[in-house]
């Protein structure tokens, strides 16, 4: 079966400081994988999408940037951190079926 | 484009009574149909979804939703609620022939009363 990892579980991170958040697949070869943000308990915001090694698309312009070094690594990063930074990001991956399977996510407190 | 409206942002109800969660969509083309729960601190865990025939879909924990393509709506109900379905809930939508990627609504927050 299929799962997906997400670390860490909590982060708090000073302004200004890089960032690496780490998602990675099994069970599944070339799935489509996505970032995004909930600010403030509500709402998803998409931040990056990939459908393959090396394919990066973003809906959102802003300080972070995501990259696919492997067909099943997703990895979200940032030079420097800003407050607005802060919030809960979920890392997630589709199949054919059209549903998603989200990770546990990441609290990112930025102080 | 598509969207998704969640109409309610809150809904208190007492244990064992029935709750509707509503949705309604908008979008130019065929569409498919997800909900999610999210408890608190944690990631978002598919309840139902609908791609194609029968319009009333059965999923986890007692849900169904029905889809009604005349008033673009994919409405989410059970008969009856326990304290442990106190969570957020999230409708979202897909355009058959798109990029798989939903469009989330903003969520509606059920609160189950002892």
């Known amino acids: 079966s299929q799962t997906i990892h997400q670390w860490p579980a909590t982060l708090v991170q000073p302004v200004g400081s890089p960032l690496s958040l780490e998602c990675t697949v099994e069970?599944?070869?070339?799935?489509?994988l996505y970032w995004y943000r909930q600010a403030a308990g509500r709402g998803l915001q998409l931040l990056f999408y990939s459908v393959g090694i090396g394919q990066i698309s973003s809906e959102v312009p802003q300080n972070l940037s995501a990259s696919r070094p492997q067909d099943r690594q997703f990895i979200l990063s940032s030079k420097k951190l800003l407050l607005s930074d802060s919030g809960f990001y979920l890392c997630?991956?589709?199949?054919?079926?059209?549903?998603?399977?989200f990770g546990s996510g990441t609290r990112l407190t930025v102080v | 484009a598509q969207s998704v409206t969640q109409l309610d942002s809150q809904v208190p109800v007492f244990e064992e009574a029935p709750v509707e969660l509503r949705c309604n969509y908008s979008?130019?083309?065929?569409?498919?149909l997800f909900w999610y729960v999210q408890y608190p601190n944690q990631g978002l865990q598919l309840l139902l979804k609908y791609l194609s025939g029968s319009t009333l879909v059965k999923g986890i924990n007692g849900f169904e939703a029905e889809f009604n393509k005349s008033q673009t709506s994919f409405h989410l109900r059970k008969p009856s609620v326990h304290i442990s379905d106190t969570a957020e809930y999230f409708c979202?939508?897909?355009?058959?022939?798109?990029?798989?990627?939903?469009?989330f609504g903003r969520g509606t927050s059920l609160i189950v009363h002892p």
């Open positions: 979008s130019s083309v065929s569409v498919y």
């Open positions: 979202a939508v897909t355009s058959s022939g798109g990029s798989y990627i939903p469009t």
């Open positions: 997630a991956w589709s199949d054919k079926n059209y549903g998603y399977t």
């Open positions: 069970g599944t070869s070339n799935p489509n």
